[in-house]
Each structure stands twice: as C-alpha cells, then as structure tokens.
C-alpha cells in the first residue's frame, strides 16, 4: 500500500503538486484558525475582536496597494535579474507608503481611531506603519518565491504563521493579557514568522551578484498598467470587504463588529478551504474550454458543483447558526450567530459566483467586473447607513445580505451570458 501511495505521489505532474502544496497549506492553515477559534473567544471579549478588525480592515485597504502592485509584474519577466530588480522596487514602494502612514498616524491616528469609534487603537498607532512594511515585504517576497517555485516554502508559509498567531495570543490570554495589544502583538509576531520563512529563500538569492541592472523608473514605466488600471479594481475589491467592520464598529459599537468578525470567519471557511481549490482549477480549465468553445456548458457543471458543496453549509447555519454559536464559541457570541443566520443565503450565492467571476479575466470584461465591485461596495455602505439611521444593526444586516444576493446573481448570470457568448 506505501509504495502505491509513493509511486502514486511520483506521477503527479509538478503543476499539480503545486497546487497541492498550495492547497493544502491554504486548508490546514483555515482549519487551525477555525479549531483555536473557541478558545480565542473566550479568552477574548467581543470588544477587543471588534476593534482588531478595524485595526485589520485598515491594513488590509491599505496593504493591497502596499507596493503599487508591482509586485505583481515579478513573475512576467524572462530574466531573473529583472524580476529581482522589480522584487527590490515593490520594498522601495512598501516603505515609501509605510512611512507615510507613519507620519499620518503619527499625527492624526487619535482622529482617525476617534471617527471610526475604536479609541482603543489610539496607544497603539505605531502598530499600522510597521504592518504595513511587513505587509510590503511578505506580499513581493511571496512573488518572488512564486517565480522560483518555492511552493512547498509558501505552503509553510501559509500554516507557521497562523500558528504562531493563535499560540502567542492564547498563551497572552492564559497569563492574564485579554487586551488588544496581546491580539496586535500576536499579529506582529505572525508577520515576523512570515518574514523569517521566507528569508530561508530570498536571503541566498540576495547574495546572488546580478549582471543586468534596471533603473527604478525605466521598470515603473514598463509595468505601469499595474499602477494605472489594476490598483483602482483591486482597490476597490478590497474596499467593498473591509469597510464593513470599520463601518459596524462606527455605526454599531465594537460588540457589534466583534461579533460580525466570528460571524464572517465561520461563513468564509467552505470558500477559503473548497471555493479556493474548485477557484483554482476552474480558472485553468475554464481558459482551455474557451477555445474549444465549450465553456458554457462547463461553467454551468461546475456552478451545480459548488451549489451542491455549499447548500448543505448553509441551510444549516439558516436554521442552527444561534445555537451552534453559542455552544461552541461561547454564550456571549449568540448574536454572531443571528448574523450568521441573516447572511447565510448570500453566502450561498456568494460561494458560487466568486469562483465563476474569474470568467470576466478569461474573457477580458474586467471593465463588467470592476462595476459590479463598486455596486457591492456602494451597496454595502448604504445597507449599513440606513441600519444606524434605524438604529438597529439587524436592519443593516438583512440589507447587507439582501443586495448581495441580487448583486451577486446579477454578476453570476453574467457571467453566465458571457460564456454562451464566447461558445457561439
């Protein structure tokens, strides 16, 4: 039986042992932050889960244009020496915006913190400039890795880190430390794991003396649609998710963005774990089958497929979400479930368009693609405003989810239109 396993292993084709190693790194680090989940919230009150989300969603806006998405061009260049050039051009970007968001929060952070109803943050400024510079770091090192093949290096690095978040902020919580900080000081130590992994690559890559040099401003030149077209949709994208805990915690308090924080958590996992793998294969096969003028049919396959996978999921966080919540991450996250119950039907449409939507890059409508973000976004906004001027946070909740299922159709059946389009 073992050597039919290894001599199974040896005929799988590196692409596929890739994705593999990507996958599963991706799966064990889900289902470590979901096992440690139970203990977190009960270490840690619904409070201090809200105001890290606004600490996260910032960093998180911001950190998608870290580099000005050059890191992206890593990977196209034929030359090493190029793509290390551009590796080096990505950090000189990371710093440039960490350091102005350093003199930013430097000086203005208790306003912003104050505006966004998280007073909390306010001592602890300094933590979004020094995130965001490892931010910068991990996001251009792991393009780069990705250009040398280092799939196993960055399956690791997607579990050590997860690992090292959940045991130094548990271990904090055990001796006593239930505040923020132990949760930012925990985050900072999982960007350092990050670093340190990926230094076993890039620092012998560093001493490499490299023969071709390029000049910062001949390569911001080459590369620049990154920075003209792709950051405002990436922007945008971003925006349209993080938003939302910052503006539950302004509208609603941090309990309410705490509790929306687990909520969301425990309806990504199937996405993150199956919609990612099914995500990454429909985007190869989908692009062989628009040629052979058979993606119309596929693409309706694979969306029954994932229909099947997620409907299960969420029926039963429809009707069980309250009681599941409250049992196993605490009494105090009853209302996580009641969100979770709310938002379950657009999680289900959600699941099942996300994977599709890479239809719009296949078929080069990114154009549909970047309307359909800002809809989400815009909506996403007005859903929650009008549940503050109701003064009740179930109203921005069912509204939330509401648009997003049309939003979500309306793009699902798009996409759909545009693959019997293609087959014609």
């Known amino acids: 039986m073992l050597e039919a396993i290894k001599a199974r292993l040896k005929s799988i084709s590196g ?20 096992l440690f989940s139970p203990i977190q919230t009960r270490l840690f009150s619904p409070e201090v889960f809200g105001e890290l989300s606004v600490f996260t969603s910032i960093t998180s806006i911001v950190g998608v244009i870290i580099c000005l998405r050059y890191e992206l061009a890593i990977v196209l260049p034929k030359d090493d020496d190029e793509g290390f050039a551009l590796l080096k051009l ?37 933590y979004v400039p020094i995130t965001l510079l490892l931010t910068g770091i991990i996001q251009a090192a792991n393009y780069w890795l990705t250009r040398r093949r280092q799939f196993m290096v960055l399956s690791y690095n997607k579990v050590l880190p997860v690992l090292a978040v959940n045991l130094v902020s548990i ?16 985050t900072l130590i999982g960007n350092i794991v990050n670093i340190v992994v990926l230094a076993s690559v ?26 003209v077209y792709d950051i405002w949709s990436a922007l945008i994208n971003n925006l349209s998710w993080m938003i939302v805990p910052i503006l539950m915690n302004s509208y609603y308090g941090s309990f309410a963005a705490g509790q929306y924080a687990i909520g969301l958590r425990v309806i990504q996992l199937p996405v993150s774990i199956i919609g990612a793998s099914i ?54 996250w009853e209302l996580a479930g009641i969100y979770s119950q709310i938002l379950a039907p657009w999680a289900i449409v959600w699941f099942i368009s996300s994977p599709i939507s890479a239809i719009y890059a296949i078929l080069q409508k990114q154009n549909i693609s970047l309307i359909t973000s800002s809809l989400n976004l815009i909506s996403r ?44």
């Open 90 to 126: 990505s950090w000189f970007f990371a710093a440039m915006i960490a350091g102005i968001s350093l003199i930013v929060f430097g000086l203005w952070g208790k306003q912003i913190y104050t505006r966004f109803n998280a007073p909390a943050l306010v001592r602890y400024w300094y």
């Open 202 to 227: 890039l620092v012998p890559d560093m001493k490499v003396k490299r023969e071709q040099q390029y000049r910062k401003r001949e390569l911001v030149g080459k590369y620049k649609n990154f920075l």
């Open 381 to 424: 906004i007005f859903s929650l405003y009008l549940g503050k001027y109701f003064n009740n946070d179930i109203i921005g909740i069912l509204l939330f989810s509401s648009s997003g299922i049309i939003i979500n159709s309306i793009s699902l059946y798009l996409c759909i239109i545009l693959s019997k389009i293609n087959d014609k």
């Open 171 to 186: 271990g904090l919580g055990f001796a006593g430390n239930r505040a923020l900080g132990a949760r930012l000081f925990s």
């Open 279 to 332: 995500g990454q294969v429909f985007i190869k096969t989908a692009n062989e089958k628009k040629y052979t003028k058979n993606l119309y049919h596929y693409s309706l396959k694979v969306i029954k497929k994932l229909f099947v996978y997620t409907a299960p999921f969420g029926l039963i966080l429809i009707v069980f979400g309250r009681n599941i919540f409250s049992v196993v991450f605490g009494s105090q």
């Open 15 to 34: 692409d596929k042992k890739s994705v593999l190693a990507l996958v599963g790194g991706t799966t064990l680090a889900q289902a470590l932050n979901f």
